[in-house]
T-cell receptor
Framework: DAGITQSPRHKVTETGTPVTLRCHQTENHRYMYWYRQDPGHGLRLIHYSYGVKDTDKGEVSDGYSVSRSKTEDFLLTLESATSSQTSVYFC???????????FGSGTRLTVV | GESVGLHLPTLSVQEGDNSIINCAYSNSASDYFIWYKQESGKGPQFIIDIRSNMDKRQGQRVTVLLNKTVKHLSLQIAATQPGDSAVYFCAENRYNAGNMLTFGGGTRLMVKP
C-alpha cells in the first residue's frame, strides 16, 4: 500500500523467542496502530500511537510492547512469542485531519 | 457494550446483480463511518465513507446509505463483478474518542460467474 510498508511479510519463529515487526510510513501521519486479525475475531487493536514516544494499549495488548522513536516507524515486539500469537498483523496510519485509516499489507506470523 | 456489527456473514450474488451489505451500529455518538474491502492476503482497503450529517453518498459503482434513526449502514455495489469478491468491513469513528475506529466482524461477498 502506498505510503505504508510492513516488514517482514512472513515470519516463522519458535515459542519463547522475541519477535519485532516493523511498520514504516512516508505520509508523516500522527496516528499509527497495530492490529491482529484472526478468524472469528476480526480486527483487534493491540497498541496505538498518537505521536513520537506517545503510545497506549488496545484491547489485546498482553504479551506485546511497542515503540515509536520517530514519526515514520512504529515497532511491535512480542516479548516471548507464544502459539496464541500466531496471527496476521496489520499496521494502520491516520492523519489528524482525517478519520479513516490506511492499512499496510500485513505480516503473517507463525509461532511453532 | 457499544459495537459495530454485520447482519450477514456471507453473501452470494450473481455477476451483474446488485449487492447490498448491511451493518448495524449501537453508538448514536458515532460521527463517521467507513466501508473497507479486504481481498485474500491483503490489508483492508478504503472504499467509501460517510459523515453522520449525510444519509447517502455515492462513489464509483458503490453507494453508502446511513439511517441514523435505526442506526443502520449499508453498502450497495452496482453490477457486481468477480473482482468484488472479498470481505467487507464497516467501521465507525468517534472523533472525540481519539480517532479510534471500531470495526465490525466482516461479511464475505462471493460473486458467481
Amino acid at each position: 500500500d502506498a505510503g505504508i510498508t510492513q516488514s517482514p511479510r512472513h515470519k516463522v519463529t519458535e515459542t519463547g523467542t522475541p519477535v519485532t515487526l516493523r511498520c514504516h510510513q512516508t505520509e508523516n501521519h500522527r496516528y499509527m496502530y497495530w492490529y491482529r486479525q484472526d478468524p472469528g475475531h476480526g480486527l483487534r487493536l493491540i497498541h496505538y500511537s498518537y505521536g513520537v514516544k506517545d503510545t497506549d494499549k488496545g484491547e489485546v495488548s498482553d504479551g506485546y510492547s511497542v515503540s515509536r522513536s520517530k514519526t515514520e516507524d512504529f515497532l511491535l515486539t512480542l516479548e516471548s512469542a507464544t502459539s496464541s500469537q500466531t496471527s496476521v498483523y496489520f499496521c494502520a496510519i491516520s492523519g489528524q485531519e482525517v478519520y479513516g485509516y490506511t492499512f499496510g499489507s500485513g505480516t503473517r506470523l507463525t509461532v511453532v | 457494550g457499544e459495537s459495530v456489527g454485520l447482519h450477514l456473514p456471507t453473501l452470494s450474488v450473481q455477476e451483474g446483480d446488485n449487492s447490498i451489505i448491511n451493518c448495524a451500529y449501537s453508538n448514536s455518538a458515532s460521527d463517521y463511518f467507513i466501508w473497507y474491502k479486504q481481498e485474500s492476503g491483503k490489508g483492508p482497503q478504503f472504499i467509501i465513507d460517510i459523515r453522520s450529517n449525510m444519509d447517502k453518498r455515492q462513489g464509483q459503482r458503490v453507494t453508502v446509505l446511513l439511517n441514523k434513526t435505526v442506526k443502520h449502514l449499508s453498502l450497495q455495489i452496482a453490477a457486481t463483478q468477480p473482482g468484488d469478491s472479498a470481505v467487507y468491513f464497516c467501521a465507525e469513528n468517534r472523533y472525540n474518542a481519539g480517532n479510534m475506529l471500531t470495526f465490525g466482524g466482516g461479511t464475505r461477498l462471493m460473486v458467481k460467474p
